[in-house]
């Protein structure tokens, strides 16, 4: 079992910046892949990036490739998104997830991952 908590959502500006962070429980957090997802209200959840166990290999959306940075730490068994140049469409509750048995298809895939923090709140103004 693997207990993820994120941290880090907010309000901000458009064009502003927000780092989230995910912590991970355990020993083991090495051992998976790391997602994450956003959904705003009314919309379907959708992949927004993922990172490799040892974060060499990273995937984006279309709609945040060249804003958004996935990393993670896993000697503080912690994967983050650093959102830059926030736009109002980005307002969503972000969800980080963890996902054992990965390929490159299945790392985009929601259904595909095996843990799920509670989300936290990102607000962008006009």
């Known amino acids: 079992q693997v207990q993820l908590v994120e941290s880090g959502g907010g309000l901000v500006q458009a064009g502003g910046s927000l780092r989230l962070s995910c912590a991970a429980s355990?020993?083991?957090?090495?051992?998976?892949?790391m997602g994450w997802f956003r959904q705003a209200p009314g919309k379907e959840r959708e992949f927004v990036a993922a990172?490799?166990?040892?974060?060499?290999?990273?995937y984006y959306a279309d709609s945040v490739k060249g804003r958004f940075t996935i990393s993670r730490d896993n000697a503080k068994n912690t994967v983050y998104l650093q959102m830059n140049s926030l736009k109002p469409e980005d307002t969503a509750v972000y969800y980080c997830?963890?996902?054992?048995?990965?390929?490159?298809?299945?790392?985009?895939?929601?259904?595909?991952?095996?843990?799920w923090g509670q989300g936290t709140q990102v607000t962008v103004s006009s």
């Open positions: 997830a963890a996902q054992y048995y990965t390929t490159t298809q299945t790392l985009r895939v929601m259904s595909e991952y095996d843990y």
């Open positions: 355990g020993r083991t957090f090495s051992r998976y892949a």
């Open positions: 990172n490799s166990r040892s974060g060499g290999s990273t």
